[in-house]
């Protein structure tokens, strides 16, 4: 497949990722990479830890350092947004978010990484103190917030972003409530069993942390004063952040031609349309290991997505191979390194293979259906790991049991 | 080529040890060890895809 250009619109990690990968493909064409923030591509899990704790700089956040940028020559235009795409006449219209100025560009090849944007709590908007966590800018505006030493944050929703924040917030002796309307946290991704190990977790290093409950409305004058939660109490609070979950940027897609639902549909192989693949948060495609349609939020399937729907726009459509990874992630929360791998279901058969719960050092196996689908690892990334690459082997869940790790 | 580890960065989360296990490996003590500090150029790409995937971006290659 001979293509005179790539245009890679987001550039965050899966866009980034997918330039580099063209180039290691030997592809000598034009790249032009857009992405809607200012800043170079930065890397975002420091942003809820090691940066928002003031530990790290911006410099420590790049994800290609500038000779490497430069070695990839890029067309890259930062700070400008992807308006709207039209599939048959591969129209991508552009606006630049500084001089509000408008352009449009005839693509060849299209690759779609525009990841996702938080969830927000309707009627805190305009609120001051009130913040979600996704881009660098915030990580910046809730690091300023709690420098000024807040006298109460409140977290709202215990999901792995709002879980990393409370951590941070706790490590910096800032008092921190977290609410979560699920009996656990976590406790439909990991059962009620494992998120009460992280709520254990969250609770001995002093987070007031309250389940079962949502949130009614957040309330204030100009600055955010209090949250007041549908089981009739209500808590002081001087900074929120809400982190919720993520909706996938697709709107400047409708009307395209393209497929959406959740995310951009594409193929087994991370082809949308021809010539257009999708990668990261955005991407929505069937995992056939897995048998499930998938749409993944982690680091790692950016990295891996990114590399596979860049080198899908270069190959014939009967070379193309399905993108069947395992998913993995990690949460870094205090001293505990959460990981998992693989799918795990709240159906699944569950086996400690090692550690244990109490001592919050393990590695929790799952089965479905008499194969190995997922581990839950605390602090035990080597078994994860070796789990993980036993899942890409197909092992069965009694083999997986007895394998010495 | 000669592969560096900043062991500072490095958080032992094993992606290296999934892409090439001949390489790195992670212990039962959690800590990651280099077995090949000096791979072959046959060893480039997976080598390359151990610095891309790393999550702490601890991982470099000299020459």
């Given at each position: 497949m001979t293509r005179r250009s790539i245009t890679i619109v987001g550039a965050s990690l899966a866009g980034i990722r997918a330039a580099e990968s063209l180039r290691r493909q030997d592809f000598d064409g034009a790249i032009t990479l857009i992405g809607?923030?200012?800043?170079a591509p930065y890397d975002r899990p420091?942003?809820?830890?090691q940066f928002l704790a003031g530990d790290?700089?911006?410099?420590?956040?790049?994800?290609?350092q500038p000779d490497k940028l430069d070695d990839l020559d890029l067309d890259l235009r930062l700070?400008?947004?992807?308006a709207s795409f039209d599939l048959d006449s591969r129209r991508l219209g552009l606006a630049?978010?500084?001089?509000q100025s408008s352009e449009e560009l005839v693509v060849d090849g299209l690759l779609i990484a525009t990841g996702a944007r938080c969830r927000t709590l309707g009627?805190?908007?305009?609120?001051?103190?009130v913040f979600v966590l996704r881009s660098l800018d915030d990580s910046l505006a809730i690091r300023a917030a709690f420098d000024a030493g807040p006298a109460r944050v409140v977290i709202v929703g215990a999901g792995f972003i709002g879980a990393e924040v409370a951590a941070t917030a706790r490590t910096q002796g800032l008092d921190v409530t977290m609410i979560e309307?699920?009996?656990?946290?976590?406790s439909r991704v990991l059962g009620d069993e494992m998120g009460g190990v992280c709520a254990d977790l969250h609770r001995e290093h002093g987070v007031d942390l309250r389940t079962g409950v949502g949130v009614e409305a957040i309330e204030g004058d100009g600055h955010v004063e209090r949250v007041r939660l549908n089981d009739g109490s209500m808590i002081e609070a001087d900074v929120v952040v809400v982190g919720i979950g993520v909706i996938p940027?697709?709107?400047?897609?409708?009307?395209?031609?393209l497929t959406i639902d959740n995310g951009v549909v594409c193929d087994?192989?991370?082809?949308?349309?021809?010539g257009v693949t999708a990668a990261g948060d955005v991407a929505c495609w069937p995992n056939r290991r897995f048998g499930e349609v998938m749409r993944v939020e982690h680091w790692d399937n950016a990295v891996a997505q990114g590399a596979h729907a860049a080198r899908r726009l270069l190959v014939e459509d009967d070379e193309a191979e399905p993108f069947i990874p395992v998913p993995w992630f990690w949460s870094d929360q205090y001293d505990r390194k959460i990981q998992m791998a693989g799918r795990i279901g709240l159906d699944d058969e569950m086996h400690i293979?090692?550690?244990?719960l109490a001592e919050r050092r393990f590695a929790a196996i799952y089965g479905r259906a008499g194969r190995l689908v997922g581990v839950l690892g605390f602090n035990r990334p080597r078994h994860v790991m070796r789990y993980r690459m036993l899942i890409e082997e197909g092992v069965s869940f009694e083999d997986a049991i007895a394998a010495e790790i | 080529m000669k592969i560096v580890v900043d062991f500072d960065l490095c958080?032992?989360?094993?992606i290296c040890m999934q892409i090439a296990p001949d390489i790195f490996e992670v212990r039962d003590d959690d800590f990651l060890y280099v077995l090949n500090e000096e791979p072959g150029e046959e060893d480039r790409a997976r080598v390359d895809e151990c610095v891309q995937r790393c999550p702490k971006q601890a991982i470099s290659v000299q020459g």
């Open positions: 809607d923030e200012l800043h420091p942003l809820s830890k790290w700089e911006t410099d420590r956040l790049t994800l290609t700070g400008v947004r992807a630049d978010l500084e001089d009627g805190a908007e305009g609120l001051d103190g309307s699920l009996p656990q946290p976590l940027n697709t709107e400047w897609l409708e009307g395209s031609g087994a192989t991370c082809l949308a349309a021809p293979a090692t550690g244990s | 958080e032992s989360n094993a």
